[in-house]
C-alpha cells in the first residue's frame, strides 16, 4: 500500500528534478526527502531513481510510477473536494420515503427550507405507507422515511431504526358540506354509526375499525381508497364520509367537502425514522432537522 504522501513528494521530485529542489518547494529537510523515497521504494519492492554524476534518472519502475502519479494525486484530490462538500453540505444526496398525506404538507415546506441555505444538497422522494416504507430504509432503499402510528396500535419498529418524532396529527372527519352535522365544530363519531363510510390505507383502515369497535359498532364501509384526492370526491358526491388525518385539511381543496375534529380528540402519531449510523451523515442530519423544524411549527400553529 502506498503512502500518499510519499506519492506526492515523489511527484514533486520528478517534476523539479532533484531532492534538494523537492525539498525546498515542498519546505522538507533533504534528509527527509531521501527518507520517504527509501521507503516508497521498499513499498514498491524496487529503485526508483538512478543516479548519473550529479543528475538523477528514473528507472523503468519510476517511470510507470510517474505516470501514475499525477492522476493518483488527482483524484485524491478531487475525493478530498467532494468529501469536504459532504461534510459542508455544499453537496449529497438523501432518500426520502413519505406516506401520502407528509409528502402533500411536511415534506415540500422541508425540501424549501433546504433549499433555501443548502442548495447542492439533493432529495430524491419516495411514496410508501407504513410498514412497508420501514422496510425500506432497512433494506437500504431510502434513508429516512415518514411513518405514523395510533396508540391502541403500536407495532413492533425493526430494532436498527431510530425514531425521531415529529408530530401528533390529530383525526378528522370528511363530509359533504350539506351533512347536518358539518355546522358543528366537532362531531363524535358514536353520532356517525349509521353513515356510509370511506376507508383508507390498511393501517388508518385497521384503526378506524378499532375506533368504531371500541364504541361498540361496526362501520358500513362502501369504498376503500388510499387515494386522498379519489376520498374527496366520493365524499363531495354523498357517497359516504370518511376519517381522514389533519395533515389532509391542509390541501383540501374540494369545495363540496368539509373536515370536522372528532371529540373527543383521537390523533396519530407521525414519525421520521433512520438507521441509528445514518444520524452521523450531515445531510441526512439536515434534512432530519428541516422536518423537525416544520413540525414545530404546525405543532405551534
Given at each position: 500500500?502506498?503512502?500518499?504522501?510519499?506519492?506526492?513528494?515523489?511527484?514533486?521530485?520528478?517534476?523539479?528534478?532533484?531532492?534538494?529542489?523537492?525539498?525546498?518547494?515542498?519546505?522538507?529537510?533533504?534528509?527527509?526527502?531521501?527518507?520517504?523515497?527509501?521507503?516508497?521504494?521498499?513499498?514498491?519492492?524496487?529503485?526508483?531513481?538512478?543516479?548519473?554524476?550529479?543528475?538523477?534518472?528514473?528507472?523503468?519502475?519510476?517511470?510507470?510510477?510517474?505516470?501514475?502519479?499525477?492522476?493518483?494525486?488527482?483524484?485524491?484530490?478531487?475525493?478530498?473536494?467532494?468529501?469536504?462538500?459532504?461534510?459542508?453540505?455544499?453537496?449529497?444526496?438523501?432518500?426520502?420515503?413519505a406516506f401520502p398525506s407528509a409528502g402533500a404538507t411536511l415534506v415540500p415546506e422541508a425540501l424549501a427550507r433546504l433549499a433555501a441555505d443548502h442548495p447542492g444538497v439533493r432529495v430524491e422522494l419516495q411514496e410508501s405507507e407504513p410498514p412497508e416504507s420501514l422496510d425500506r430504509v432497512v433494506r437500504g432503499e431510502c434513508d429516512i422515511t415518514l411513518a405514523f402510528t395510533y396508540p391502541g396500535l403500536r407495532e413492533q419498529v425493526p430494532d436498527e431504526l431510530v425514531e425521531i418524532?415529529?408530530?401528533?396529527?390529530?383525526?378528522?372527519?370528511?363530509?359533504?358540506?350539506?351533512?347536518?352535522?358539518?355546522?358543528?365544530?366537532?362531531?363524535?363519531?358514536?353520532?356517525?354509526?349509521?353513515?356510509?363510510?370511506?376507508?383508507?390505507?390498511?393501517?388508518?383502515?385497521?384503526?378506524?375499525?378499532?375506533?368504531?369497535?371500541?364504541?361498540?359498532?361496526?362501520?358500513?364501509?362502501?369504498?376503500?381508497?388510499?387515494?386522498?384526492?379519489?376520498?374527496?370526491?366520493?365524499?363531495?358526491?354523498?357517497?359516504?364520509?370518511?376519517?381522514?388525518?389533519?395533515?389532509?385539511?391542509?390541501?383540501?381543496?374540494?369545495?363540496?367537502?368539509?373536515?370536522?375534529?372528532?371529540?373527543?380528540?383521537?390523533?396519530?402519531?407521525?414519525?421520521?425514522?433512520?438507521?441509528?449510523?445514518?444520524?452521523?451523515?450531515?445531510?441526512?442530519?439536515?434534512?432530519?432537522?428541516?422536518?423537525?423544524?416544520?413540525?414545530?411549527?404546525?405543532?405551534?400553529?
Amino acid at each position: 500500500m502506498f503512502d500518499s504522501r510519499h506519492i506526492r513528494t515523489f511527484h514533486e521530485v520528478v517534476r523539479t528534478g532533484s531532492y534538494s529542489a523537492a525539498a525546498r518547494s515542498l519546505g522538507y529537510t533533504q534528509p527527509a526527502i531521501t527518507q520517504q523515497m527509501k521507503a516508497l521504494e521498499r513499498a514498491v519492492g524496487t529503485p526508483l531513481f538512478l543516479r548519473a554524476g550529479r543528475r538523477m534518472r528514473l528507472t523503468e519502475a519510476g517511470e510507470a510510477l510517474s505516470r501514475h502519479a499525477g492522476a493518483i494525486l488527482g483524484s485524491m484530490e478531487a475525493a478530498r473536494q467532494q468529501m469536504a462538500a459532504l461534510t459542508r453540505l455544499r453537496a449529497g444526496r438523501v432518500r426520502v420515503c413519505a406516506f401520502p398525506s407528509a409528502g402533500a404538507t411536511l415534506v415540500p415546506e422541508a425540501l424549501a427550507r433546504l433549499a433555501a441555505d443548502h442548495p447542492g444538497v439533493r432529495v430524491e422522494l419516495q411514496e410508501s405507507e407504513p410498514p412497508e416504507s420501514l422496510d425500506r430504509v432497512v433494506r437500504g432503499e431510502c434513508d429516512i422515511t415518514l411513518a405514523f402510528t395510533y396508540p391502541g396500535l403500536r407495532e413492533q419498529v425493526p430494532d436498527e431504526l431510530v425514531e425521531i418524532p415529529l408530530l401528533e396529527d390529530q383525526l378528522t372527519v370528511l363530509l359533504p358540506t350539506g351533512h347536518p352535522m358539518a355546522r358543528r365544530r366537532a362531531v363524535r363519531l358514536a353520532e356517525l354509526a349509521d353513515e356510509r363510510w370511506i376507508a383508507g390505507c390498511l393501517r388508518c383502515r385497521t384503526n378506524f375499525l378499532h375506533e368504531c369497535a371500541e364504541l361498540g359498532f361496526a362501520p358500513d364501509i362502501v369504498f376503500t381508497t388510499d387515494d386522498n384526492l379519489v376520498v374527496q370526491s366520493l365524499v363531495a358526491e354523498g357517497l359516504g364520509i370518511a376519517m381522514m388525518p389533519g395533515l389532509v385539511l391542509s390541501f383540501l381543496v374540494h369545495r363540496k367537502v368539509t373536515g370536522r375534529a372528532l371529540d373527543p380528540a383521537a390523533r396519530r402519531q407521525v414519525s421520521a425514522y433512520v438507521l441509528r449510523e445514518h444520524l452521523r451523515i450531515p445531510a441526512t442530519a439536515l434534512v432530519l432537522r428541516e422536518l423537525e423544524a416544520v413540525a414545530a411549527n404546525r405543532a405551534g400553529c
